[in-house]
C-alpha cells in the first residue's frame, strides 16, 4: 500500500472563485469556489469536502471560520459549489479553504488559503465625479488626456484600494507606479448599459506625507473609431472620462477617500493621439517627467472638465484583464525600398511593437503594421480598410529610448519601419503580444506536421481575436464582437484556453445588445444595426449552452434564460409556417463566390435548421433549470420546427434543397431527419465531397460541423481526407502557403490570383479554426457527456485514421487534468489515458475484439479500476474512474 493509500487524498489543488484565482472586486454575491481533488489513486471520488471562509487567514490556521463554514457536506460536487454563509458587504475579503473526503471516508489535509473580495456593490458608494480634460470637439482624434491628484496621508493606511473606470481607456499611476499590469481597462462593455470597473490593491505604493495619483485617459472603443455608423467615431461619447476613488483604510477602522473630482489636474502631454484602428501619435519632447508623482509642479494644468453621468450599471470586472503575454523577436529584416526597414516577426500577432531607438530630437518614426508582403516585399495594407495601423514616435534625443504604444492594438506579421536616423537592427523592434488572460488548457499534437501548424494557427488565431470580446478580426477597421463567429469558435476556444470567466461575460454584452422585440444582434457590444441572423443570433442560445456543457456552469443558464427564451419566441413570431425566412449571411464565405454572402445553401433552410436546433436546446436547459414546462414546449415547438423543414427543404427520397455540404450537415448534426433518411442524407454529403476531390465547400455555417457530423455518421475516414486535403480549398492550404493563423477565406491568398478582395480579407479570423474541436474530440479522443457536464463523464474516443502514426490530446478541465495519448506501434494501438480524480470515462477503442485489448498488461476484465468491458456498436467499450491507464489493442 503507497502512502498516499494509506494517508487518503492530498490538499485540494487548483482552488477557483468564479473560475478566478484570488479575484479582487467581485460583485457576484453568492460566489461560486470550485477545486480539484487531488488523489492519484484510481478510481479516486470525493465522498464530502467542507469549506471554511473566514475573516482573514489567521483564523483559518485555527480551523475556524468566522464568516462561514459549510461543515462536512456529503457530496461529490467539487465545481461550483456557491457561498452560503451571510450576505457579503462591499469590500469584504474572505479568506477560504476546503478539504476533501474520499470514498473511504478519508479526509485530506486543508488546501493552501486562497481569498476573494469584494467590491464595491451600491452605487452609492461610489464618490467620485467623472472627470476628463477640457478638449476642443474635433472630427479626428485628439490628445490624451493627463490627470493627477495630490493628496496626504497622515497615519498608517493597513489597506489601500483603487477602483477604477473610464468612459474610454485608463491606466493609472501612483506616486509614479503603474498600478497593475491590465491593458485596455476598464474593457469592452455597451456602455450606455453597464460600464466595468477594476479593484486594485495598492497599499504598498502609498506612503505617509504626499501621495499622487494620476491617470492617462485614451479614447478606446467609446469614443475612439469604431464600426462605420455615425462617422465611424464616437460610438457611445465624444471625450474619454475617469472615474475612480482610492479607498485608504487607516488602524483605527476608518476610511480616507480619495476620489476624482475638481481638484484634480488636467492637462495633454506627449500622447497626441491614440486610438484602437489608427494607432498611436506620441512626441516624446512633450514628456512630463515626473508627472505622476509628489514634487510636480501642476500649477500650467487645467481644472478638469467633469463630465454627467449616463445612468449606466458600474459593475466588477468578471473576466481576466488583457495582459501582455507573450513577447516575440523578428525573425527577419528587410530593405525593399531605400528607407523603409520591414521586419518579420514570424507569426501573424496582435498586439504591437515596442522599439528602442537613439537619435536626435524631433527624429520622427514611423512604425506601420500588415499582416502580409506585396509580392515586391513591401507591405500589403490594402486589407486593412478603415484603420492606418500606424504607430509615430517622435524622439527627445536624450540617448537610448524605448516607445511602447498604450491604447491601440495591431494585426500584423510585418511592421515597416522609416525615418529611422540609423539603419535598425533585429533588436529595435520587439513584438508584444496581448491579449485577455484567458488560461491555456488545451494541447493537441500528432504525427502530422502540417496538421500541428493547423492546431498552432487556430491557437494563434484565438490569441488574437479574444482581447476583450471574442472578435472576427484584430487587423482592419472592424475587429467586432461577431456572434457568428463566436459561435462558430466557442467549444474549439473551450478546448485551447479557459475561456468560461471570458464569455460569462460577453454573454451579458450579448443581452445587452438583445432587440425590444427578443432578437439578438450581429454583434456585441452592439453597434450596428443587424440583428436575428441566423446562425449569428444564435450565438445568444448556443454559446451558454458551450459554456455549461464544458464548465459545468448552470448558473450562466438560469442568468440568460429569458434572455434566450424570447430569441425563441422571436423566431417563431417571424416565421411563416414555423420556416425563417430567406434573410442573413447564409453560408458566409462558403468557396469559390462571387460575393461573401451568396453561397449555395438557401438562406431559409440554414435559418429553420437553427430555429428547430435552438429550440431542442433550449428544452434541454429548461429541463435543467427544472423548468418542466417550459421543456415540453420548447421540445414540441422544436418538433414542429422540425416537421417544418422536411417540408420545404426535404425531397421524399432525402435530398435536401440546395443539395449542399452545408445542408446535409446541418439536417444531420441538428437531428432535422426521420432515421431513413440519415443514410441518404451521409451518402450525398460523401458524395459531393468526393465529387470535389475530397474539397470542402461549406463557409462559416457547414465549416463548424462539417467534420463532427461525418464522423458522428460513420465517416471519419472522409473528415481525415478533408483534413490532410493539401490543395485549394483546405484546411491545409493556407498552412502549405505559410500561414501562422487562420484565414477568413479559403482563397484569401491563391497561386492562381494572388489575395482576394481586400476590402474584406484578413489573415486572422478563427471561424474556420472551429475544426480544432474535432481534433481534440475525435484525433485525440476527449469529448464530454452532455448529462454529465463540465468533464465529470469523459467520452475517451480516438478515432486513428488519416495515415496518422500518433496523436495526442490533453485537457485542463474542472475537475483537473484529462489526457489522451494513442500511437500506432508495432501492429498496436497503444492508448495512455488520464482521468482527474473525482471523474470517471468510456472509453472506446477501435476494435470489436475485447480478447485483443489489454490494459497495464492485463485482459480488461482483471485490470484494476476497469469496469463494464463489452462490444457496443462494432467498439470495445469499458468503464474508468480517475487515474492513468494504459491500454493496448493488439491488431
Ligand atoms: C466579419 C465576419 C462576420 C461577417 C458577417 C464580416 O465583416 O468579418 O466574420 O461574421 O461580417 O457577415
Known sequence: MSTQEAAGPLAPQRLRCEYLSNPLGLDERWPRLSWWVNDARRGAVQSAYRVLVASSAAVLDDDDADVWDSGKVTSDRCIHVAYEGPALESRQRCFWKVCTWDGEDRRSPWSDVQWWE?????????????????????????????????????????????????????????????????????GWTDYDRRIPY????????????????????????????????????????????????????????????????????????????????????????LEMPGWAGPGFDDSGWDTPRVFEPTGAALVAKRSEAVQVIDEIKPVKMTEPVAGASIFNMGQNMVGRVRLK??????????????EMLNPDGTLYTANLPRAKATDEYVLKGDGPEVYEPRFTFHGFQYVELTGCPRTPDLGTVTGVVLHSNTP?????????????????????GQKGNFLEVPTDCPQRGERLGWMGDAQAFVRTACFNMNVAAFFTKWLDDVEDGQAED????????????????????????????????????????GRHYDSMARWIEYMRATSNSLTRPDFGYGDWLAPGLVSAGDAPTPKDLIGTAYFA?????????????????????????????????????VTPAGRVVGHTQTGYVLA?????????????????LVSDI????????????????????????????????????????????????????????????????????????????????????????????IDLDPDEPGYKHIVIRPEPGGGLTHARGELLTMYGRVASAWKLEEGQFVLDVAVPANARATVILPTSDSGNVTESGRPLEEAEGVSGARVEDGSVCCHIGSGEYAFVVRQ
Request: one cysteine or more.
Open 613 to 649: 436546433y435552438c429550440a431542442g436546446l433550449m428544452s434541454s436547459i429548461a429541463r435543467i433549470l427544472g423548468k418542466t414546462e417550459d421543456a415540453e414546449g420548447f421540445a414540441s415547438l422544436s418538433e414542429d420546427v422540425k416537421g417544418a423543414f422536411n417540408r420545404e427543404f
Open 198 to 285: 477594476q479593484a486594485y490593491d495598492v497599499t504598498d505604493l502609498l506612503r505617509e506625507g504626499e501621495n499622487v495619483v494620476g491617470a492617462i485617459l485614451g479614447d478606446g472603443w467609446y469614443c475612439g473609431y469604431l464600426a462605420w455608423g455615425k462617422g465611424g467615431r464616437q460610438v457611445w461619447g465624444t471625450q474619454p472620462s475617469l472615474l475612480m476613488q482610492l479607498a485608504l483604510d487607516t488602524r483605527d477602522g476608518a476610511t480616507q477617500i480619495v476620489a476624482t473630482d475638481e481638484e484634480w489636474r488636467a492637462s495633454s502631454g506627449p500622447v497626441l493621439k491614440s486610438d484602437i484602428y489608427n494607432g498611436e501619435t506620441y512626441d516624446a519632447r
Open 690 to 781: 468526393e465529387r470535389r476531390e475530397w474539397h470542402i465547400a461549406t463557409g462559416f455555417i457547414g465549416g463548424i460541423l462539417l467534420a463532427p457530423t461525418l464522423s458522428r455518421f460513420g465517416r471519419t475516414d472522409v473528415a481525415y481526407k478533408l483534413l490532410t486535403q493539401e490543395t485549394y480549398p483546405s484546411w491545409l492550404y493556407p498552412v502549405k502557403h505559410g500561414a501562422t493563423t487562420i484565414w477568413e477565406r479559403w482563397d484569401g491568398w491563391t497561386e492562381e490570383r494572388g489575395f482576394q478582395d481586400p476590402g474584406m480579407n484578413s489573415f486572422n479570423h478563427y471561424a474556420y479554426g472551429a475544426v480544432g474541436q474535432w481534433l481534440y474530440a475525435t484525433v485525440a479522443g
Open 118 to 186: 469584494m467590491g464595491l456593490l451600491d452605487e452609492k458608494e461610489w464618490a467620485g465625479s467623472w472627470i476628463g480634460l477640457a478638449r476642443a470637439e474635433s472630427d479626428d482624434s485628439q490628445p490624451c488626456p493627463f490627470l493627477r491628484r495630490s493628496f496626504r496621508i497622515e497615519g498608517p493606511i493597513v489597506r489601500a484600494r483603487a477602483y477604477v473606470t473610464a468612459r474610454g481607456l485608463y491606466e493609472l499611476y501612483v506616486n509614479g507606479q503603474r498600478v497593475g499590469s491590465d491593458s485596455f481597462t476598464p
Open 668 to 684: 444531420l448534426a441538428f437531428d432535422l431527419l426521420p432515421d431513413e433518411k440519415r443514410p441518404v442524407a451521409v451518402r450525398h
Open 440 to 460: 491555456p488548457t488545451g494541447e493537441f499534437e500528432c504525427s502530422d506536421p502540417l496538421v500541428n501548424q493547423l492546431q498552432h494557427n487556430i491557437v494563434w
Open 357 to 370: 531607438v537613439e537619435g536626435p530630437a524631433g527624429t520622427r518614426i514611423t512604425m506601420r503594421h500588415a
Open 518 to 557: 427578443g432578437a439578438f444582434p450581429d454583434v456585441a457590444p452592439n453597434v450596428l444595426p443587424g440583428k436575428g441572423v441566423a446562425g449569428w443570433a444564435d450565438a445568444g442560445v448556443i454559446c451558454p449552452w458551450t459554456i455549461y456543457l464544458c464548465y459545468g456552469d448552470t448558473r450562466i443558464l
